[in-house]
């Protein structure tokens, strides 16, 4: 029983940290809702992937040299920023200005990493570029009006995301990693674990968990609604990330 203490202990940790309202949580949850099956796996992997990263150099002690170099941070502040309220800014006119009503596309082929307006759709499916609809064994999803979600596209985004944040150097390297070393040498790995695996769960939650909210999406209104979330939050981060919060 002892022996697990460690690990729970790290997953507590690892959970308190990453479960909050952040740009990667964001567009995460806005690929589950939109984008087909391996995009938002992929998505998940890469969360995970990176954090699992992160983590174990910071137990390596990565995070001292880290905090050796403020000027990278410096520069990765501002790359972020200007990332964030580009985003930021799009969002709002989505959300302000939609390019039209929610569409739908083949279940085949959102599932293959590609999901866009019903005359993209259509060429594949027959759909109506008119109505937005396509049909594969009478199965459709809802997808954000306007948009194209491809496996290059959603993973380029989500790289910048995740490494484009200086509070993710500083939380995951410097925190978790100085936290993890506190354990001792017996025990920081199977803390280490457990950090690991909070990761792993949250992303998978919110990644395949978010896709049952597509039912939501079906009307238009609900993208604008979820576009101006997206908007405050975006904007938020890279005000914060520009005055050095």
């Known amino acids: 029983m002892t022996d697990l203490l460690p690990l729970l202990s790290g997953l507590g940790t690892g959970l308190a940290l990453i479960v909050a309202i952040g740009a990667q949580n964001t567009y995460l949850l806005r690929l589950a809702v939109s984008a087909g099956l391996r995009v938002v796996a992929a998505a998940v992997v890469l969360c995970a992937a990176s954090d699992a990263l992160l983590i174990v150099a910071g137990v390596l002690g990565v995070g001292a040299v880290v905090e050796r170099f403020p000027v990278a941070l410096l520069v990765i502040r501002f790359i972020g920023a200007a990332f964030l309220l580009t985003y930021g800014v799009l969002a709002a006119r989505r959300a302000l200005r939609p390019s039209g009503d929610a569409m739908r596309v083949a279940d085949g082929a959102a599932d293959d990493g590609v999901v866009g307006s019903g005359a993209?759709?259509?060429?594949?499916?027959?759909?109506?570029?008119?109505?937005?609809?396509?049909?594969?064994?009478?199965?459709?999803?809802?997808?954000?009006?306007?948009?194209?979600?491809?496996?290059?596209?959603?993973?380029?985004?989500?790289?910048?995301?995740?490494?484009?944040?200086?509070?993710?150097?500083?939380?995951?390297?410097?925190?978790?990693?100085?936290?993890?070393?506190?354990?001792?040498?017996?025990?920081?790995?199977?803390?280490?674990?457990?950090?690991?695996?909070a990761s792993c769960l949250w992303f998978g939650a919110l990644g395949f968990g978010g896709r049952l909210l597509r039912p939501l999406f079906e009307k238009p209104l609900t993208w604008r609604v979820f576009d101006g979330l997206v908007a405050v939050v975006m904007l938020a981060f890279g005000v914060l990330l520009v005055v050095g919060a």
Not at 121 to 140: K, L, Q, V, Y
Not at 146 to 164: D, N, S, Y
């Open 120 to 197: 993209d759709a259509g060429a594949g499916a027959g759909a109506s570029a008119t109505t937005g609809t396509a049909s594969a064994a009478g199965r459709t999803r809802t997808v954000p009006p306007g948009q194209v979600v491809t496996m290059r596209k959603a993973v380029l985004t989500m790289l910048v995301f995740t490494w484009a944040n200086p509070h993710v150097y500083l939380d995951t390297l410097v925190f978790l990693g100085s936290v993890a070393n506190q354990r001792g040498p017996d025990d920081r790995w199977l803390w280490t674990v457990g950090a690991v695996a």
